[in-house]
């Protein structure tokens, strides 16, 4: 359904913001009353809920637990299943890496090699990101310059790391190096088409030099290559849905990364909600039509268990939201990109609470912002990807089908 | 989107128990002051839906009125519409026939033929059941073998019947017999291709020595043979779910024979409700991860338009829920595979009530099990076909999709 609502699309200076508090839905502690949303304390939250359309969210499909990267491509109207961007596109996205059309980016797996060179741990025995960094730092440093190409590794989190190569005609068609079994030797990452020649010498050379700069470790000596990916630029939001200049603002790399495959600039530096809500302010009244601002902290309490800390941030969030309603933007969504319940503490399937506030909204019964509520809302349950059809039509910014 | 529940889907020791109530959804008596299932006594039920996640499931789609086989094939994850097991096959199922991989399965109808051998009457005057079955049995008694194959006729319901012809190299490609039209001769079961000439001679065969054994009867002397499928193997709960030995339990061959087509193990010889939960007991801490008990009854009463009957059944399933409750499911799941109202003596289109009990359900507002309650349930309205990924998701065996 998403390319009818590309047609219909229409330019217009009416401004949406997505207020997206990650891993925002829980389940509800009998103890406290219900869910960490519902006991927090949002008077603001729950007054625009009162002028507002309200319902859930799935972000892939009833039942099933959405990662942070297809969450996201779903809210922003991108099939977040058929969209393959390639794990080491969302690798690279992921760390915040700015990609550009030369980069061939790579998922890897730090690994522990015996001294016969075969596989003992595919994992490194899961070493912690800080040695990741210490491994990507000393190898970075020591590396030699390799012909024709530009080379980045980044720690991305555990054993696994990002590895991007920008250069001209490099392919993503190649072996995988980890052979999915120990005791064997790592695979050379032998070029599967001709076009591939290139990215696999380079790669060989770069793999090379890693063993030798890290001959001297037992643990974490070497990487394995999965999940190659030649940069493919994604429809922006400005193609598909003609919004202009979209701006993300998040104090994780990680949801710059997601914002940037879809033509989004990144605000960067940020470091606390404070700072997202004063960038938003500083850039509203500019000519854009789209605005992401991004919220952790719901989510890494929600995974930490915290109840209390992440009701917090909720509240955190609800004494901002006058500063954000004040720039009175056409649409202003708060949702999250998939729920987070303390008790779980864990990404789960349950669907994301929604609420959107416009002038043209159909405002319904629901007296609060949260999962019960919302279940009386006139959105009912909807797909994450239809969020920014609904979003666009909220804002006037939809042409009629059909005569 | 079910081929991303499947490849999600992990092994795990959680265990799921449909009980499916046939027909149970209802239509509100306004002098009873609900349907069936609103007025019956159900404080058991009513207590759980206040613990679980309530909602609805349209069997098909919204506004189609369901059979009761793609009604279950729905309920189990398989879309029903796009689940071509062959008319013969789900005849076959519907009597219960253990069917093997050498099995082809044919609808047939009984008709009635003139002296000269044209058609009169497609469907023998439709027959009852009673006649339906002396007929068949005078055919399997009187039938000398045929070469290579064994064959077995079995009673589906009025005029309709299903025959089994079992061996090597039997296709169903093969011309239907019936014309579709009177006053003119059977067609012969020609072979399409030629893979088929065996099964072309076996049921020429066949067809003949019917005509013989039945001329000397006026009603119902002969079979149209319409709907020829050679059994295929559908993909098991176990292959697509990694759902360990299913066990299936029901009053009525149909159900168990439904269970067999995707590998549910069926208990044979049950007669009650009772002897049904029972069975469930027994067999509950078996190495196995999904249960389906299926309670006939109130279909039965709901085509009879007995609504009290109908009610007592629900209460008499509620009366034995404590049993069901004791075994601690991880997840139970109470729905019908359609509706049965008996203000309509039918099967109808209205969407089934359903509930899952689970410790990770969001529990929601309801607070009875009931078709108005359930219009307040967190779970709004799905498909029949994502309640398996739902129930999955509840019992915590589907991974995360994407990082």
């Known amino acids: ?19 997206i508090l990650d891993g925002l839905g829980g389940l509800p502690d009998l103890d406290q009353g219900g869910t960490e949303l519902e006991v927090a304390t949002t008077p603001n939250m ?66 522990n090699l015996d001294d016969k060179g075969h596989i003992t741990d595919r994992r490194a025995g899961r070493i912690d990101s800080e040695l990741n960094r210490a491994r990507c730092s000393a190898i970075m440093k020591a590396l ?25 005609n490099l392919s993503d068609d190649l072996v995988e190096t980890d052979p999915q079994a120990t005791g064997v030797p790592a695979r050379h990452p032998d070029p599967l088409s001709e076009g591939a020649n290139k990215a696999s010498t380079v790669l060989a050379d770069f793999l090379s030099q890693v063993g ?30 003609k919004l202009k200049n979209p701006l993300a603002m998040a104090t994780m790399p990680m949801y710059l990364g997601i914002g940037r495959l879809i033509g989004m600039e990144p605000v960067e530096g940020l470091g606390t909600i404070e700072e997202e809500v004063e960038a938003l302010r500083e850039h509203f009244h500019e ?13 890494s309490y929600g995974e930490d268990g915290n109840f209390d800390a992440k009701k917090k941030v909720i509240e955190e969030v609800d004494r901002l939201l006058p500063d954000i309603l004040a720039l009175s933007p056409s649409v202003l969504v708060i949702t999250g990109d998939h729920s987070t319940p303390s008790q779980m503490r864990a990404h789960s399937f ?7 506030a416009s002038d043209l909204a159909r405002v319904d019964g629901a007296t609060q912002f949260g999962e019960t509520a919302c279940i009386t809302g006139g959105l009912g349950r909807n797909r994450a990807q239809d969020l920014m059809g609904l979003s666009l039509a909220h804002a006037g910014r939809l042409r009629k089908f059909g005569a």
């Open 287 to 299: 000519e854009r039509d789209f605005f992401f601002l991004h919220v952790k902290k719901t989510d």
């Open 1 to 19: 359904m998403n390319h009818l609502i590309d047609s219909l699309a229409v330019e217009s200076d009416a401004k949406i913001l997505f207020l």
């Open 46 to 111: 729950d007054a625009l809920a009162r002028k507002s359309v309200c319902g859930f969210l799935d972000p892939i499909h009833p039942g099933i637990t959405s990662g942070s990267g297809p969450g996201h491509l779903g809210l922003f109207g991108y099939d977040p299943v058929e969209t393959d961007i390639g794990r080491g596109l969302l690798g690279a996205a992921g760390v915040g890496f700015p990609l550009t059309d030369r980069d061939l980016a790579i998922r890897c797996n730090f690994c």
């Open 212 to 241: 030798e700069i890290l001959s001297g470790e037992m643990q974490a000596n070497s990487l394995l290559l999965r999940g190659y990916a030649k940069h493919r630029r994604l429809p922006s939001l400005t193609e598909r849905f």
């Open 144 to 168: 030699r310059p390799i012909e024709g190409v530009e080379i980045f590794l980044s720690t991305e989190k555990d054993h696994r790391a990002v590895l991007v190569v920008r250069g001209d």
């Open 350 to 356: 349950h669907p994301s609470p929604v609420l959107i």
